[in-house]
């Protein structure tokens, strides 16, 4: 929400009441997972949303989702119309937060480049159906031209 802190939005995405110093302090972990340093994410709490970059943003917005310990997260079509430099600054956080959380990270994207350097296994669709499964390169190797095109 754009009138709230960055530690606003994070303890309200749990939905449940915390001690300020409790809150904080979970609210910084997350962050960390979401690819903050842990000076960075003290320093962000305070904040609102206008006040952080386009990058910045998009990892509080992961961490928003970290912070409820899902088991699964799925991320449909993370980098969207992001700029370059938040794509890789996007993609950091995410791998990040795999390592740091031990989860499955289901992600639909149409962004080969995006796909290849985050997932390390893929369901190849066309036509609404999954017509291969494997590890990513395997897997990209049978993309038709066209499908190359596109998706470049």
Do not use: W, Y
């Not at 289901?106 to 291969?132: K, N, P, Q, W, Y």
């Not at 390169?137 to 031209?145: A, F, R, S």
Request: one cysteine or more; charged letters at 35%; hydrophobic letters at 40%.
């Amino acid at each position: 929400f754009p009138h709230r802190t960055v530690l606003d939005n994070l303890t309200d995405a749990i939905g449940l009441e915390f001690p300020k110093e409790l809150a904080m302090r979970k609210a910084v972990i997350t962050l960390k997972m979401a690819g903050f340093t842990d000076e960075k994410s003290k320093e962000i709490l305070d904040r609102m949303p206008g006040h952080l970059s386009e990058g910045e943003r998009h990892r509080v917005a992961l961490a928003q989702v970290l912070i409820r310990e899902p088991r699964i997260v799925i991320l449909d079509e993370p980098t969207g119309t992001m700029d370059p430099i938040t794509k890789v600054d996007v993609k950091h956080s995410i791998m990040h937060s795999r390592e740091e959380m031990d989860e499955t990270f289901i992600v639909v994207s149409h962004d080969m480049d995006f796909v290849r350097d985050t997932c390390d296994r893929i369901a190849l669709m066309r036509g609404g159906r999954i017509i291969e499964i494997g590890k990513t390169e395997e897997v990209l190797t049978h993309l038709t031209e066209e499908e190359r095109k596109v998706m470049s």
